[in-house]
Protein backbone atom coordinates (compact mmCIF):
# COMPACT_ATOMS: atom_id res chain seq x y z
CA UNK A 1 0.00 0.00 0.00
CA UNK A 2 1.11 3.46 -0.89
CA UNK A 3 2.34 5.53 2.25
CA UNK A 4 1.32 9.03 2.95
CA UNK A 5 2.86 11.59 5.25
CA UNK A 6 -0.03 13.16 7.90
CA UNK A 7 1.69 15.92 8.26
CA UNK A 8 1.33 17.16 4.27
CA UNK A 9 -1.93 16.82 4.08
CA UNK A 10 -2.09 19.39 7.14
CA UNK A 11 1.08 21.47 6.81
CA UNK A 12 1.24 21.94 3.08
CA UNK A 13 -0.50 25.64 1.78
CA UNK A 14 -3.51 24.55 -0.03
CA UNK A 15 -2.12 26.77 -3.09
CA UNK A 16 0.27 23.81 -3.43
CA UNK A 17 -1.82 21.32 -2.46
CA UNK A 18 -5.09 21.96 -4.45
CA UNK A 19 -3.31 21.70 -7.73
CA UNK A 20 -1.84 18.58 -7.06
CA UNK A 21 -5.36 17.30 -6.01
CA UNK A 22 -7.09 18.46 -8.61
CA UNK A 23 -4.61 16.67 -11.47
CA UNK A 24 -5.18 13.57 -10.20
CA UNK A 25 -8.81 14.01 -10.81
CA UNK A 26 -8.02 15.33 -13.81
CA UNK A 27 -5.83 12.11 -14.80
CA UNK A 28 -8.33 9.44 -13.58
CA UNK A 29 -11.66 11.12 -12.91
CA UNK A 30 -11.37 13.83 -15.76
CA UNK A 31 -14.68 16.11 -16.65
CA UNK A 32 -17.72 13.70 -15.17
CA UNK A 33 -19.89 15.05 -12.65
CA UNK A 34 -21.28 12.49 -10.44
CA UNK A 35 -25.02 13.61 -9.60
CA UNK A 36 -27.24 11.85 -7.09
CA UNK A 37 -30.75 12.45 -5.49
CA UNK A 38 -32.42 10.98 -2.33
CA UNK A 39 -35.39 9.93 -0.99
CA UNK A 40 -36.16 9.37 2.93
CA UNK A 41 -37.97 6.41 2.48
CA UNK A 42 -38.20 5.83 6.31
CA UNK A 43 -37.71 8.21 9.08
CA UNK A 44 -36.87 8.39 12.06
CA UNK A 45 -37.87 5.99 15.01
CA UNK A 46 -34.35 4.65 15.09
CA UNK A 47 -33.03 2.58 18.09
CA UNK A 48 -29.39 3.65 17.76
CA UNK A 49 -27.57 6.29 19.57
CA UNK A 50 -25.66 7.64 16.59
CA UNK A 51 -24.84 11.56 18.40
CA UNK A 52 -25.02 13.42 14.83
CA UNK A 53 -28.24 11.90 13.59
CA UNK A 54 -31.46 13.74 14.17
CA UNK A 55 -33.25 10.26 13.12
CA UNK A 56 -32.23 8.88 16.97
CA UNK A 57 -35.38 8.34 18.73
CA UNK A 58 -32.95 8.76 21.85
CA UNK A 59 -32.66 12.69 21.30
CA UNK A 60 -35.44 15.22 21.00
CA UNK A 61 -34.50 16.83 17.49
CA UNK A 62 -38.69 17.52 16.39
CA UNK A 63 -38.07 15.75 12.91
CA UNK A 64 -41.13 14.47 11.11
CA UNK A 65 -41.09 10.70 11.24
CA UNK A 66 -42.83 8.34 9.56
CA UNK A 67 -42.79 4.00 8.29
CA UNK A 68 -41.72 3.08 5.05
CA UNK A 69 -42.78 5.39 1.77
CA UNK A 70 -45.52 3.75 -0.32
CA UNK A 71 -43.75 2.13 -3.56
CA UNK A 72 -45.60 4.72 -5.48
CA UNK A 73 -44.32 7.71 -3.60
CA UNK A 74 -40.64 6.33 -3.68
CA UNK A 75 -40.97 5.87 -7.51
CA UNK A 76 -42.22 9.60 -7.82
CA UNK A 77 -39.30 11.13 -5.77
CA UNK A 78 -37.24 8.34 -8.84
CA UNK A 79 -38.98 10.29 -11.51
CA UNK A 80 -38.30 13.83 -9.89
CA UNK A 81 -34.69 12.83 -9.24
CA UNK A 82 -34.18 12.10 -13.32
CA UNK A 83 -36.14 15.49 -14.21
CA UNK A 84 -33.58 17.65 -12.20
CA UNK A 85 -30.41 15.54 -13.75
CA UNK A 86 -29.55 13.24 -10.89
CA UNK A 87 -27.66 9.78 -12.94
CA UNK A 88 -28.35 7.93 -9.38
CA UNK A 89 -31.54 7.52 -7.23
CA UNK A 90 -30.76 6.49 -3.40
CA UNK A 91 -33.41 5.19 -1.38
CA UNK A 92 -32.69 5.78 1.89
CA UNK A 93 -34.33 4.22 5.54
CA UNK A 94 -33.52 4.71 9.51
CA UNK A 95 -33.00 2.27 11.52
CA UNK A 96 -30.34 -0.30 12.09
CA UNK A 97 -32.08 -2.71 9.64
CA UNK A 98 -35.08 -3.05 7.96
CA UNK A 99 -37.67 -6.09 8.20
CA UNK A 100 -38.04 -8.88 5.23
CA UNK A 101 -41.14 -7.74 4.18
CA UNK A 102 -39.59 -3.94 4.30
CA UNK A 103 -36.72 -5.42 1.76
CA UNK A 104 -39.48 -7.00 -0.26
CA UNK A 105 -41.09 -4.02 -0.69
CA UNK A 106 -38.22 -1.94 -1.92
CA UNK A 107 -36.96 -4.86 -4.10
CA UNK A 108 -40.19 -4.43 -5.93
CA UNK A 109 -39.89 -0.77 -6.38
CA UNK A 110 -36.46 -1.39 -7.37
CA UNK A 111 -37.74 -2.89 -10.05
CA UNK A 112 -39.74 -0.93 -11.30
CA UNK A 113 -37.58 1.79 -10.96
CA UNK A 114 -34.99 0.33 -13.10
CA UNK A 115 -37.11 -0.98 -15.90
CA UNK A 116 -39.92 2.36 -16.19
CA UNK A 117 -37.78 5.24 -15.32
CA UNK A 118 -34.31 4.12 -16.10
CA UNK A 119 -32.13 5.84 -13.46
CA UNK A 120 -29.10 3.81 -11.30
CA UNK A 121 -30.85 2.89 -8.11
CA UNK A 122 -28.49 2.88 -4.97
CA UNK A 123 -29.98 2.07 -1.46
CA UNK A 124 -29.21 2.96 2.46
CA UNK A 125 -30.89 0.58 4.39
CA UNK A 126 -28.97 0.25 7.32
CA UNK A 127 -27.03 -3.58 8.15
CA UNK A 128 -28.01 -6.22 5.64
CA UNK A 129 -27.91 -9.95 5.21
CA UNK A 130 -26.10 -11.80 1.98
CA UNK A 131 -29.54 -13.18 0.87
CA UNK A 132 -31.29 -9.83 0.85
CA UNK A 133 -28.57 -8.12 -0.89
CA UNK A 134 -29.08 -11.10 -3.64
CA UNK A 135 -32.38 -10.19 -3.74
CA UNK A 136 -31.83 -6.67 -4.28
CA UNK A 137 -29.12 -6.99 -6.93
CA UNK A 138 -31.53 -9.08 -9.05
CA UNK A 139 -34.21 -6.37 -8.62
CA UNK A 140 -31.82 -4.16 -10.11
CA UNK A 141 -30.35 -2.03 -7.43
CA UNK A 142 -26.50 -1.01 -8.52
CA UNK A 143 -24.79 0.74 -5.02
CA UNK A 144 -25.20 -0.35 -1.26
CA UNK A 145 -24.31 3.34 0.74
CA UNK A 146 -23.11 2.06 4.41
CA UNK A 147 -21.07 4.74 5.79
CA UNK A 148 -18.28 4.08 8.30
CA UNK A 149 -18.41 7.66 9.79
CA UNK A 150 -14.41 7.83 10.86
CA UNK A 151 -12.05 6.26 12.33
CA UNK A 152 -12.19 3.08 14.47
CA UNK A 153 -10.36 4.45 16.91
CA UNK A 154 -12.67 7.38 17.18
CA UNK A 155 -15.83 5.35 16.09
CA UNK A 156 -16.58 4.53 20.45
CA UNK A 157 -17.35 8.41 20.71
CA UNK A 158 -20.12 8.81 18.01
CA UNK A 159 -22.02 5.66 18.69
CA UNK A 160 -22.48 2.57 21.29
CA UNK A 161 -25.38 0.32 20.01
CA UNK A 162 -23.37 -1.01 17.74
CA UNK A 163 -19.05 -1.48 16.49
CA UNK A 164 -17.46 -0.08 13.29
CA UNK A 165 -16.97 -3.94 12.75
CA UNK A 166 -20.24 -4.45 12.36
CA UNK A 167 -20.04 -1.45 9.48
CA UNK A 168 -17.22 -3.41 8.25
CA UNK A 169 -18.98 -6.36 7.78
CA UNK A 170 -21.98 -4.74 5.96
CA UNK A 171 -19.59 -3.72 3.15
CA UNK A 172 -17.59 -7.19 2.56
CA UNK A 173 -21.23 -8.61 2.81
CA UNK A 174 -21.97 -6.12 -0.08
CA UNK A 175 -19.04 -6.76 -2.38
CA UNK A 176 -19.39 -10.60 -2.09
CA UNK A 177 -22.58 -10.02 -3.59
CA UNK A 178 -21.02 -7.88 -6.23
CA UNK A 179 -22.80 -4.54 -5.59
CA UNK A 180 -20.82 -1.31 -5.46
CA UNK A 181 -20.70 0.06 -2.41
CA UNK A 182 -20.82 3.94 -1.38
CA UNK A 183 -19.00 4.37 2.33
CA UNK A 184 -17.76 7.89 3.49
CA UNK A 185 -18.26 9.19 6.70
CA UNK A 186 -19.06 12.92 8.43
CA UNK A 187 -16.11 15.77 8.96
CA UNK A 188 -16.42 17.40 12.35
CA UNK A 189 -17.22 15.39 14.87
CA UNK A 190 -14.30 16.06 16.88
CA UNK A 191 -12.09 13.71 14.93
CA UNK A 192 -8.49 14.69 14.83
CA UNK A 193 -6.30 15.09 11.29
CA UNK A 194 -5.16 11.51 12.38
CA UNK A 195 -8.54 9.88 12.16
CA UNK A 196 -9.67 11.19 9.13
CA UNK A 197 -6.30 9.67 7.18
CA UNK A 198 -6.93 6.81 8.54
CA UNK A 199 -10.59 6.35 7.29
CA UNK A 200 -9.42 7.58 4.13
CA UNK A 201 -7.21 4.63 4.09
CA UNK A 202 -9.71 2.18 5.26
CA UNK A 203 -11.63 3.88 2.14
CA UNK A 204 -8.56 2.64 0.15
CA UNK A 205 -7.72 -0.28 1.18
CA UNK A 206 -11.42 -1.81 0.79
CA UNK A 207 -11.31 -0.51 -2.77
CA UNK A 208 -15.13 1.37 -2.21
CA UNK A 209 -16.41 2.51 -5.73
CA UNK A 210 -17.76 6.01 -3.92
CA UNK A 211 -17.17 7.85 -0.86
CA UNK A 212 -19.33 10.90 0.34
CA UNK A 213 -17.68 13.42 2.27
CA UNK A 214 -20.41 15.48 4.96
CA UNK A 215 -19.93 18.35 6.84
CA UNK A 216 -21.16 17.82 10.35
CA UNK A 217 -24.00 20.53 10.69
CA UNK A 218 -24.66 20.64 14.30
CA UNK A 219 -28.88 19.88 15.34
CA UNK A 220 -30.53 21.07 18.05
CA UNK A 221 -31.47 18.01 20.28
CA UNK A 222 -28.48 16.13 19.72
CA UNK A 223 -25.44 15.35 21.92
CA UNK A 224 -23.67 17.17 19.06
CA UNK A 225 -25.83 20.20 19.29
CA UNK A 226 -23.10 22.83 20.25
CA UNK A 227 -19.99 21.79 18.19
CA UNK A 228 -18.94 24.42 16.16
CA UNK A 229 -18.32 23.54 12.10
CA UNK A 230 -15.06 23.03 10.40
CA UNK A 231 -13.83 25.56 8.48
CA UNK A 232 -13.97 25.71 4.84
CA UNK A 233 -10.11 25.54 4.57
CA UNK A 234 -10.34 22.33 6.80
CA UNK A 235 -12.76 20.77 4.40
CA UNK A 236 -11.16 21.97 1.48
CA UNK A 237 -8.01 20.20 2.81
CA UNK A 238 -9.52 17.07 4.35
CA UNK A 239 -11.37 17.47 0.25
CA UNK A 240 -7.51 17.00 -1.15
CA UNK A 241 -6.58 14.55 1.21
CA UNK A 242 -9.09 12.34 0.12
CA UNK A 243 -8.40 12.50 -3.43
CA UNK A 244 -5.18 11.92 -3.47
CA UNK A 245 -5.19 8.66 -1.49
CA UNK A 246 -8.32 7.64 -3.15
CA UNK A 247 -7.59 8.58 -6.59
CA UNK A 248 -9.38 7.07 -9.38
CA UNK A 249 -12.92 6.67 -6.61
CA UNK A 250 -15.74 9.27 -6.83
CA UNK A 251 -15.95 11.49 -4.13
CA UNK A 252 -18.84 13.31 -3.34
CA UNK A 253 -19.49 16.28 -1.06
CA UNK A 254 -22.67 15.86 0.62
CA UNK A 255 -24.60 17.02 4.33
CA UNK A 256 -23.17 20.48 5.12
CA UNK A 257 -21.39 21.85 1.79
CA UNK A 258 -24.06 24.69 1.67
CA UNK A 259 -23.33 25.57 5.67
CA UNK A 260 -19.15 25.15 5.69
CA UNK A 261 -18.21 25.93 2.29
CA UNK A 262 -21.06 28.81 1.53
CA UNK A 263 -19.51 30.54 -1.26
CA UNK A 264 -16.53 28.14 -2.02
CA UNK A 265 -18.36 25.07 -3.53
CA UNK A 266 -17.06 25.48 -6.49
CA UNK A 267 -13.53 25.51 -5.31
CA UNK A 268 -14.27 21.97 -3.57
CA UNK A 269 -14.33 20.93 -7.22
CA UNK A 270 -10.94 22.49 -7.67
CA UNK A 271 -9.75 20.11 -4.71
CA UNK A 272 -10.35 16.62 -6.20
CA UNK A 273 -14.62 16.37 -5.55
CA UNK A 274 -16.20 15.72 -8.77
CA UNK A 275 -19.83 14.66 -7.55
CA UNK A 276 -23.00 16.40 -5.48
CA UNK A 277 -25.67 15.32 -3.74
CA UNK A 278 -28.38 17.48 -5.26
CA UNK A 279 -32.14 17.93 -3.99
CA UNK A 280 -31.62 18.36 -0.02
CA UNK A 281 -31.02 15.46 2.55
CA UNK A 282 -32.67 13.36 4.90
CA UNK A 283 -33.74 15.98 7.69
CA UNK A 284 -31.82 19.16 6.57
CA UNK A 285 -33.00 21.30 3.00
CA UNK A 286 -30.38 22.05 0.51
CA UNK A 287 -30.28 24.87 -1.91
CA UNK A 288 -32.57 24.69 -4.87
CA UNK A 289 -32.08 22.55 -8.21
CA UNK A 290 -31.58 25.79 -10.21
CA UNK A 291 -28.68 27.17 -7.63
CA UNK A 292 -26.77 23.62 -8.21
CA UNK A 293 -27.07 23.86 -11.51
CA UNK A 294 -25.85 26.83 -11.88
CA UNK A 295 -23.12 25.76 -9.81
CA UNK A 296 -22.64 22.65 -11.62
CA UNK A 297 -22.12 24.84 -14.98
CA UNK A 298 -19.60 26.95 -13.15
CA UNK A 299 -18.00 23.67 -11.97
CA UNK A 300 -17.54 22.65 -15.86
CA UNK A 301 -16.15 25.88 -16.94
CA UNK A 302 -13.44 25.94 -14.21
CA UNK A 303 -12.65 22.21 -15.32
CA UNK A 304 -12.40 23.04 -18.84
CA UNK A 305 -10.40 26.24 -18.90
Given at each position: ??????????????????????????????????????????????????????????????????????????????????????????????????????????????????????????????????????????????????????????????????????????????????????????????????????????LQKMDIDSVPIN???????????????????????????????????????????????????????????????????????????????????????????
Amino acid sequence: MEKFNLNYFVNEPLDKLIPQSNKIRKKFIGGKMDLCSIVNAKSGLCTEDCKFCAQSSKYNTGIDSHQLLENEKIIQSAITAKKTGAERFGIVTSGRKLKPEEIDSIAKTINEIKNKIGISVCASLGSIEKHHLKLLKDAGLSRYHHNIETSPQYYKNIVSTHTFEERLKTIENVKEIGIEVCSGGIMGMGETWQDRIDMALILQKMDIDSVPINLLVPIKGTPFQNLSPISCYDAIRIICMFRIILKDKSIKIAAGRETVLKDFQALAFMSGANGMLIGGYLTIKGRSIEEDHLLINEIKKLWNG
